[in-house]
């Protein structure tokens, strides 16, 4: 994991330090809802409505910029009074599931055309931090793994003045399976604001 670190900071530092010196750079802030897949659905199966996702991003060359989106994601589940197991425990009661993601990835976005609707896709390779919490009277499980994560993207900007775009997209983010936990799976949709600046 140490070596996933250093790369993503390597190549987060690489992104900026370019000869572009007058290039344009995009802020975006962004209120995320999220759909669980695979491991992340078996915990909590609810829809989160609780997400945002920042974004810097600094043209490299026309139509290419590259930069890091930083995320934050709440799943919750809450699951009838039963018997439940864990380990060679048996508990009765009623659970309170919880997963905090912290996506955190270098990416880069392709956009077409100079428009007012820009469509673009991306693709971002990074590490997500997974803290998972099964609540249970006065008894907690917690679980906290660090995945390795790729995300592609597809959205579009909006256009809505010279320094301001509405941006609208879609991110499928993959964390594999490590030797702790299963690999799942998480679709973003994202909807916020992009701020441009030279």
Known sequence: MKKIIILLCMLTVGAFITPYVSAQSFTSIQYTVGIPFGGLKEHTDNVSGRGFTFEFHKEVAPSLSVGVNLAYSVFYEKKPYGSYNSGNATLT???YRYNNLFPMLVNAHYTFGESLIVPYVGLGIGTVYDLRNTDMGMYTIE???WHF???PELGC???ISSGTSIKLN???DN???IHDADGFGNLNLSLGFVFNSW
């Open 170 to 172: 879609a991110k499928y």
């Open 149 to 151: 994560l790729i995300s």
């Open 143 to 145: 679980e906290y793994n």
């Open 93 to 95: 009661g009623t659970q």
């Open 175 to 177: 964390a594999f399976k």
């Open 157 to 159: 900007l909006i256009d």
